[in-house]
């Protein structure tokens, strides 16, 4: 019972404020809703007062526009837009009396603009009556005196400012339409922000309830949690990784075990011969056979030497292998130091080192680098060219000059090292295999153990990248290593 009560409590704490959030969220989102609705409600009648003016004008305009054609041409065709504007502008003024009624910002007299517009039309109707009277040139003195244009222009005015105050309007209300949608989504997105957290502290409670029931059980689900998390975020390299690291396993069991296989064996053919000698040598002054005196004599000048040499290679060999796992091994515990590397001068001291080899065998490097920087291990680049270089060397061709160049390639955060030669090249079978620990691909007429480009791959890796090779058998080879630029990402990768 004692271990449910924090439980218990925390689950309601987190009830608790999981709905005081929700009712927050939605009591807001209520009220932004509504203030939204009230501002797009006024907008649309601002809209719908701009638009009323803006017709009642045009009509305005075209009754005049016909009332003027008419007078000038006497064409009939003009009364027809004439007559049906001034049909439709007490419509348009009904129009425009309803909207502007709607909204109480708005304090603008339409009685006096209603007014001057009834002048106009009578202005325009006298006009239009004296001229089809025939007297024409009375109705154009009447025009020309101006007091029609003067009404227009009053009128005109009084329009744009009704216009220009809805425009005002318009501009504030989409204004504070915007404000409160943004406030609005906001809200949204902090609440969605919140409930997540909400449900992340539920889901961790939940889970601190459930582990407190064992501690194995726990520490075994802590453990799950971290693993899953590991797959989610590590990436192809580290897949690769894990897969070499079941490789090395096999290796070792497979390498390791001949040795023993032999050890074991010759310690049998040793004990056999011991008891060859002892017969011999604890007869006490007992009489002993021809045959035991043939038996221990060949044990110690054959049989025993024989057993204890092979011993010593076997003990031998698998102190080399346990050697190489723990060379590799030790790379990935050390720790790397990021430092600003130019990689034209670590190449040309890695070739400077082995010069005198190349001299040696008549060949020649050739640093195609340009000015190349990263951000990374001195040690490990220099440890990987080293192998390379070495490589290059051990494994040329008998049957021409050794050539070999070094380039570098920036691809984005990434840079290739390239470390081609022109040797005796690597079957397409055996791409592969050369990486692998304790394996060699090719004639075995060189000294090693076939930890070269185990190790190489093994640095390249701790790096955050990889090796890959290409070659053509009988041409020669192409080593090119992959690494990021800045092995500070890498590291900061791999501790979070």
Do not use: W
Request: glycine share 6%.
């Amino acid at each position: 019972m004692t271990i449910n009560r924090p439980f218990v409590r925390n689950s309601l704490i987190m009830l608790f404020c999981g709905s005081a959030l929700l009712v927050s969220v939605v009591l807001s989102a209520i009220v932004l809703i509504a203030q939204t609705q009230a501002t797009f409600n006024r907008l649309v009648a601002e809209r719908v007062a701009r638009s009323a003016a803006v017709d009642l004008f045009s009509l305005l305009q075209d009754a005049e526009t016909g009332q003027r054609g008419y007078l000038l041409t006497l064409d009939p065709a003009f009364l027809k837009p004439y007559e049906d504007a001034v049909t439709q502008i007490a419509q348009a003024e009904t129009k425009l009396t309803n909207a502007i009624s709607a909204l109480p910002s708005h304090e603008h007299d339409t009685s006096q603009l209603f007014s001057l517009i009834e002048q106009k039309l009578k202005e325009m109707e006298a006009t239009v009556d004296v001229a089809q009277k025939g007297d024409l040139q009375a109705a154009r003195r009447t025009v020309s005196d101006g007091a029609g244009q003067d009404l227009m222009t009053t009128i005109r005015d009084k329009m744009q400012t009704i216009i220009r105050a809805s425009d005002v309007a318009i501009k504030n209300n989409v204004s504070k339409y915007d404000s409160t949608s943004g406030r609005l989504q906001f809200i949204i997105i902090a609440a969605f922000i919140a409930i997540l957290v909400v449900l992340g502290g539920a889901i961790y409670i939940i889970m601190r309830h459930v582990g407190s029931l064992t501690q194995a059980r726990r520490e075994l689900m802590k453990l799950n949690e971290e693993l899953e998390m590991r797959v989610q975020e590590r990436t192809q390299d580290v897949v690769r990784a894990n897969q070499e690291i079941q490789r090395y396993a096999y290796i070792v069991t497979h390498d390791l075990r001949a040795p023993l296989v032999n050890i074991m064996g010759f310690a049998s053919e040793l004990d056999r011969s011991i008891k060859d000698v002892s017969a011999y040598v604890l007869a006490d002054g007992a009489p002993i056979s021809q045959q035991q005196v043939l038996d221990a004599r060949m044990a110690v000048e054959q049989d025993m030497p024989e057993a204890l040499g092979f011993i010593r290679s076997s003990t031998s060999r698998m102190d080399g292998l346990i050697n190489a796992i723990l060379k590799i091994s030790r790379d990935g515990r050390r720790q790397l130091k990021p430092e600003s590397l130019e990689i034209k001068d670590i190449a040309a001291n890695v070739v400077a080192s082995q010069q005198h080899r190349i001299d040696e065998v008549g060949g020649e490097v050739e640093l195609a680098l340009s000015s190349l920087k990263l951000f990374s291990d001195r040690m490990s680049i220099e440890q990987i060219l080293a192998n390379l270089v070495d490589n290059a060397i051990k494994y040329r061709s008998a049957d021409r000059a050794l050539r070999i160049r070094i380039d570098a390639v920036r691809r984005g955060r990434l840079v290739d090292i390239i470390v081609e030669d022109n040797g005796r090249g690597i079957e397409e079978d055996d791409l592969e295999r050369v990486f692998e620990l304790f394996r060699r691909a090719g004639p075995q007429d060189q000294r090693g153990e076939g930890i070269g480009l185990a190790h190489v791959r093994s640095l390249a890796r701790n790096l955050g990248g990889e090796i890959d090779v290409r070659s053509v058998p009988g041409k020669g080879s192409a080593f090119i290593l992959t690494t990021p630029t800045d092995l500070t990402q890498v590291l900061r990768s791999m501790s979070a």
